[in-house]
C-alpha cells in the first residue's frame, strides 16, 4: 500500500464568504462587545436547545466558573467531577476554592458512572459536573435523578456534543445548567466562545450579573463579542447538517471496520443522538501498537489524537506549583475525603485504561467522503498487519 499517496483530509473550521461579510459587516458598525448580536444568538441558542434561556460567555471554561458561582457552589464544597474531560471541567471547580471529586467513567458511555456518583456522595456535596465526552451522551436522566434525590446542582458539559440527544431532548437541558465550548475547534466554531443554557430565571440573572461586573456581589468580565456571537449564528444554523455528516462518517467507518477483532468504532445506542465530534476508536492491541498506529496517522497529518487525561494526574493536582489562593482541599475548613488522600493514587480504573492510549479519537469533519474512510480503513489494516508481524 502506497501510504503517502493519502486524500488530504478536510480541515475544521471552514469559515466561508458569509462570516467573512458577516464579521466585516459587525466592524463597521463599531460595537463589537458584547451587545445586539450576542442577544440575538442567545435567542437563537435557546430556541434550539429548547431553554428558556442562554447566556453568551467569552469561553466554556468561564462558562462552567459562572455556572458553579451562580449555583452558590463555594469554599468546602465538593463537586463530583469526571477524569476524562479537558481540564476545564475540573479546573473550574478550582476556580470557586471548591473540591473537585473524581469518579471513574463507565465503559459504555465513558461518562460518569452513575452508581459511582452516588457512592462518593457526601455531606460536604453540593454539584455534578457531567461531560458528554467526544459527542457521545452520558448517562445524564439516571444521574439527572440522582442529583434531584440529593438536592445536588447539575451542570451538563457539553462542550463536545451540541445537538445530541438522549430520547429526543437536547443534551445540556438535563441538568440546571449546560455549558457549551464554541472554540475554533468545537462544531459551533467561533475562535473563542461559550454559552451556558438553563431553564432556571434566577440562575439565569444571576449569570448575567456575574458575567458582566454586577454591581452587588463579586463578578467578572466574561463576556461574549459580537464577533463570536455572528459566527455563533452561522455556525448554530449549520449544526444539524455539520453533525449529520460526522454522524454518516462515524457508522460508514463502522462498516468497514465492523468484524476486525482488534478495533472497535464506538457507536452511540439508538435511543441517543451521538453527535461524533470525534469518533472514538477503541483498539483491541498492545499499547506499544496503539502508540505506533498513533504516530502514523499523525505523520500522515490525520486528525487524531491519544484521549487525554486522566485529569485527576494533572499537574494542579500534584502540587507542583501552589496557587497564591492555595490548594481548596488542604483549607483548614475542609475535613472530607480528598483532605487526606492523594489525587494521583484515586482508584479510577476506566479512566486509566481508556486514556493509555488505545483509545484513538479520530476527527472526521464535515466534508469527510467515503474515500477518506476507505483509505483509513486500510491504512489501519496495514499498520496493524505490519506492527504484528
Ligand atoms: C469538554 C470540554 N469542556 C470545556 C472546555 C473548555 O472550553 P473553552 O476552550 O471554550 O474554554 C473544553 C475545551 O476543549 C472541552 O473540551
Known amino acids: 500500500m502506497k501510504i503517502e499517496a493519502l486524500h488530504c483530509w478536510p480541515s475544521w473550521?471552514?469559515?466561508g464568504e458569509?462570516?467573512?461579510?458577516?464579521?466585516?459587516?459587525?466592524?463597521?458598525?463599531?460595537?463589537?462587545?458584547?451587545?445586539?448580536?450576542?442577544v440575538e444568538f442567545e435567542h437563537a441558542f435557546s430556541d434550539y436547545?429548547?431553554?428558556?434561556?442562554?447566556?453568551?460567555?467569552?469561553?466554556?471554561?468561564?462558562?462552567?466558573?459562572?455556572?458553579?458561582?451562580?449555583?452558590?457552589?463555594?469554599?468546602?464544597?465538593?463537586?463530583?467531577?469526571?477524569?476524562?474531560s479537558w481540564i476545564s471541567s475540573a479546573s473550574a471547580v478550582l476556580m470557586q476554592n471548591s473540591i473537585p471529586i473524581f469518579v471513574d467513567i463507565e465503559g459504555s458511555t465513558l461518562g460518569l458512572n452513575p452508581?459511582?456518583?452516588?457512592?462518593a456522595i457526601t455531606k460536604n456535596t453540593k454539584a455534578i459536573i457531567l461531560v458528554h465526552l467526544l459527542g457521545y451522551p452520558a448517562q445524564v436522566e439516571k444521574i439527572q435523578e440522582i442529583a434531584k434525590s440529593?438536592?445536588?446542582?447539575?451542570?451538563?458539559?457539553?462542550?463536545?456534543?451540541?445537538?445530541?440527544?438522549?430520547?429526543?431532548?437536547?443534551?445540556?437541558?438535563f441538568g440546571?445548567?449546560?455549558?457549551?465550548?464554541?472554540?475554533?475547534?468545537?462544531?459551533?466554531?467561533?475562535?473563542?466562545?461559550?454559552?451556558?443554557?438553563?431553564?432556571?430565571?434566577d440562575l439565569a440573572s444571576k449569570l448575567r450579573r456575574l458575567r458582566s461586573f454586577g454591581d452587588e456581589e463579586l463578578s467578572?468580565?466574561?463576556?461574549?463579542?459580537?464577533?463570536?456571537?455572528?459566527?455563533?449564528?452561522?455556525?448554530?444554523?449549520?449544526?444539524?447538517?455539520?453533525?449529520?455528516?460526522?454522524?454518516?462518517?462515524?457508522?460508514?467507518?463502522?462498516?468497514?471496520?465492523?468484524?476486525?477483532?482488534?478495533?472497535?468504532?464506538?457507536?452511540?445506542?439508538?435511543?441517543?443522538?451521538?453527535?461524533?465530534?470525534?469518533?472514538?476508536?477503541?483498539?483491541?492491541?498492545?499499547?506499544?501498537?496503539?502508540?505506533?498506529?498513533?504516530?502514523?496517522?499523525?505523520?500522515?497529518?490525520?486528525?487524531?489524537?491519544?484521549?487525554?487525561?486522566?485529569?485527576n494526574r494533572h499537574p494542579h493536582f500534584a502540587k507542583t506549583m501552589e496557587p497564591a489562593r492555595g490548594y481548596p482541599w488542604?483549607?483548614?475548613?475542609?475535613?472530607?475525603?480528598?483532605r487526606d488522600h492523594s489525587y494521583h493514587d484515586l482508584d479510577l480504573p476506566n479512566a486509566y485504561k481508556f486514556t493509555d492510549g488505545r483509545l484513538i479519537e479520530l476527527y472526521a469533519h464535515p466534508g469527510t467522503e467515503e474515500k477518506h474512510l476507505v483509505e483509513l480503513a486500510g491504512l489501519l489494516e496495514h499498520i496493524v498487519h505490519q506492527e504484528s508481524n
Not at 455549558?179 to 432556571?200: E, M, P, W, Y
Request: glycine fraction near 10%.
Open 13 to 15: 473550521p471552514r469559515y
Open 18 to 38: 458569509l462570516e467573512q461579510v458577516e464579521v466585516a459587516r459587525v466592524v463597521s458598525t463599531n460595537q463589537i462587545y458584547a451587545d445586539r448580536e450576542v
Open 49 to 84: 436547545q429548547e431553554s428558556k434561556y442562554s447566556v453568551g460567555v467569552g469561553n466554556a471554561t468561564q462558562g462552567l466558573h459562572l455556572a458553579l458561582a451562580a449555583a452558590g457552589i463555594g469554599q468546602g464544597d465538593e463537586v463530583i467531577v469526571t477524569p476524562c
Open 115 to 119: 452508581e459511582l456518583i452516588e457512592r
Open 150 to 173: 440529593y438536592g445536588l446542582i447539575l451542570i451538563e458539559d457539553g462542550s463536545h456534543a451540541p445537538g445530541a440527544t438522549v430520547n429526543g431532548r437536547k443534551v445540556g437541558t
Open 176 to 201: 440546571d445548567l449546560g455549558v457549551f465550548s464554541l472554540h475554533q475547534r468545537k462544531a459551533i466554531s467561533t475562535g473563542d466562545g461559550g454559552v451556558i443554557c438553563t431553564n432556571n430565571e
Open 220 to 311: 467578572y468580565n466574561y463576556r461574549m463579542t459580537e464577533f463570536s456571537a455572528v459566527l455563533g449564528k452561522i455556525g448554530l444554523k449549520n449544526l444539524d447538517l455539520d453533525n449529520n455528516q460526522r454522524i454518516a462518517a462515524a457508522h460508514q467507518l463502522a462498516n468497514l471496520l465492523s468484524g476486525k477483532g482488534w478495533v472497535k468504532v464506538r457507536l452511540t445506542p439508538e435511543n441517543q443522538r451521538g453527535v461524533y465530534h470525534a469518533i472514538a476508536l477503541e483498539f483491541d492491541l498492545p499499547t506499544t501498537i496503539c502508540s505506533r498506529i498513533l504516530t502514523t496517522l499523525l505523520e500522515l497529518k490525520l486528525p487524531v489524537r491519544k484521549l487525554g487525561g486522566p485529569l
Open 330 to 338: 488542604l483549607h483548614s475548613n475542609y475535613t472530607g475525603y480528598m
